[in-house]
């Protein structure tokens, strides 16, 4: 089986996403809830598709803009499931919804969904997993795994031979810290 690292070399979309993005630490929430919601959107799907949506994803959930997206009522969920550029799934455009509405909430209670994170950090994948799913709606394990690992919270987005691995350790992402 072919590495990320290895395919993603080159690719119009893997590559810059590897290169820039995955496994680096991020702390804005507006980030940390768009990698949220595409993770949860990949569920099924390729993340190449994701990818190629991701521009879509953006407007339509108005930048990740969390209390915009908690306010979101009827109207916008049925224009999100109108919306051909990005995934049309109920149960998935639910959990956006929700989830920017739970994010308010950690807000509130942490200040950020960073300080949220790393107020739970370090934990082993099957904790995080379990406190994901009480906290977020449409979380199982592979998609808190690939969370995790693209913002930096666990380990494995790099093989230590990549380029991108030193990078991403002077970034120093959390899991560097556990």
Known sequence: MTSYCAAA??????????????????????????????EINQAGLSWLTILKKRDSFRAAYDGFE?????????RQRARLLADAGIIRNR??????IENAKRLQAIRESHGSFAAWLDAHHPRELDAWAKLMKQTFRFTGGEIVREFLVSTGYLPGAHAPDCPAY????????PWTRA
Do not use: C, M, N, Q
């Not at 030193?166 to 992402?173: E, G, H, I, V, Y």
């Open 9 to 38: 070399s080159g690719h119009p979309f893997h590559g810059p996403y590897h290169d820039r993005e995955y496994g680096f630490p991020l702390r804005d929430d507006a980030a940390l809830f768009e990698r949220l919601v595409l």
């Open 166 to 173: 030193a990078r991403t350790l002077k970034a120093k992402p």
């Open 66 to 74: 969390i209390d915009k997206v908690a306010r979101y009522g009827e």
């Open 91 to 96: 149960l998935k455009v639910d959990a956006a």
